[in-house]
């Protein structure tokens, strides 16, 4: 099964995820050597959001991963919310 991790983020966010984002993206990396992650990236134009996409049994690999980021820990992060993700092509 397929999960996505929507993030709302903070006003000026790229410049004040700097300090946090050397340990964001280690995150990121561990997550996908591990198979969990699948991809994941911030929206552009607005920089407004970011959508992670993980796999697994259920929900609780995207929910530790947002209770583990420093994004969601030092306050970048306004909302979170995990869905599930019925995939119809691609997978």
């Known amino acids: 099964m397929y999960f996505i991790l929507l993030y709302e983020v903070v ?3 790229v410049n004040q995820r700097a300090p946090f984002r ?13 198979g969990e992650l ?7 134009d607005p920089v407004d959001g970011a959508a992670l996409v993980f796999r697994g049994e259920d929900a609780s690999t995207a ?3 947002a209770e583990s980021d420093p994004y969601v ?3 970048l992060i306004t909302k979170w919310r995990v869905r599930r993700w019925n995939v119809v092509v691609g997978g």
């Open 11 to 13: 006003d000026n966010f």
């Open 22 to 34: 050397p340990e964001h993206l280690r995150l990121l990396e561990e997550a996908h050597r591990r």
């Open 38 to 44: 699948v991809m994941a990236g911030a929206f552009a």
């Open 63 to 65: 929910t530790r991963f």
């Open 73 to 75: 820990n030092q306050g």
